[in-house]
């Protein structure tokens, strides 16, 4: 089984990324043949400094690398270095809807948020997204919650590439997602409506992979309650639902058992005590190991260098044969 996911080099990351995604890629390369993609192209769609994307790039391959991922089990590359990407991006095009890219929630979203230019290519991201799992005809996608409007165009996108050019193959694999049952969708801690993110997201309520313990405590301190005492999940107890959640993950138990634990438990300050205590240490080996791999450039640029050369072995055959069903370039003499 191949397992493919992409994570953006923007911003710094946080615990809905490490819980939502990064702790699936680690796991993943004991399930299958894991591809791992830092999109740099995906991160040029909205406003953006090029010396900051290319040092966030570092940062996210050192996180990565600290996280977990392993360059002898997984293929970690930089997105913008196998040039397939972006090609089969435009052959996809073609066989996908404009309608559907304008009402996806993303670009609906992230357009408002624009305030210079609304650039094409953050129309376009969804199929670029597409493309990055489908040459590899990857089986898998490990993402949160927020991406399964994407992952469902890319299903049907990959289901109109063969309707229309795969003459009864299956050409494109129609990938299916692996959201996690838990922690699909980590929440801001100061406003548990909304997902923890980079950009929407409030400081304080934002949780950073390499925090240290003193912030994190006094973030998941000030987290947003309710007047109860409950600690149980329920749709009107957002905030204590999402502080179940994320301790449940952080301690390797289930929500229900976790509940169970804190049954006796007096008030929230014990959970949010329990919740810090987790996530610390959950955390702490990334921190310890991270500012030696990110003191190393070089290094980290070896990791993606070979990471592209063994993704482009791969992503070349199946542009091959996508260009050869759909009519592009010289015909493939039959062998
Ligand atoms: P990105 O970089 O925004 O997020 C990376 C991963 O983190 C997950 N995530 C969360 N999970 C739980 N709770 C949250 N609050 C939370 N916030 C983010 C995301 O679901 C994601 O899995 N478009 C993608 C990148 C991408 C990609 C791909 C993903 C490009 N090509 C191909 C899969 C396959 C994105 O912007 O992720």
Known sequence: MRIFSGIQPTGTKHLGNYIGAIRQYVVGQ????ALYCIVDLHAITVAYDPAELRKSLYDLTALLLAAGLDPQRCILFRQGDVAEHSELC????????????QRMHQFRDKSVQQRELVSAGLLVYPVLQAADV????????????????????????????????????????????????VGARIMDLQDPTRKMSTTGGSE?????????????????????TDSGREIVR???????????????????????????????????????KAVTEAVVEMLAPVSERYAELRADEQ???????????????????????????????????AE
């Open 234 to 272: 329920s749709p009107g107890k957002q905030g204590v639902s999402n502080l179940i959640e994320i301790l449940a993950v952080a301690s390797d138990r289930s929500p229900e058992q976790v509940e169970a634990d804190m049954a006796q438990a007096r008030g929230y300050g014990e959970l949010k």
């Open 134 to 181: 489908l040459a590899y005809r990857a089986h898998e996608v490990p993402v949160g919650e927020d991406q399964r409007e994407h992952l469902e165009l890319m299903r049907d996108v990959a289901r109109r590439f063969n309707a229309r050019f795969g003459d009864g193959d299956e050409v494109l694999i129609v990938p299916e997602h692996r959201i996690p049952e």
């Open 299 to 333: 290094a980290l640029e070896d990791v993606l260098a070979s990471g592209a050369a063994r993704a482009r072995e791969i992503a070349f055959q199946t542009l091959a044969t996508v260009r050869e069903r759909m009519g592009v370039g010289p015909a493939r003499r």
């Open 204 to 224: 304080q309520g934002t949780v950073y992979v390499l925090d240290e313990p003193a912030s994190i405590a006094k973030k998941i301190g000030s987290a947003v």
């Open 90 to 101: 435009w052959l996809l095009c073609s066989v996908t809807e404009l309608g559907r890219l």
């Open 30 to 33: 004991d399930r299958g043949e």
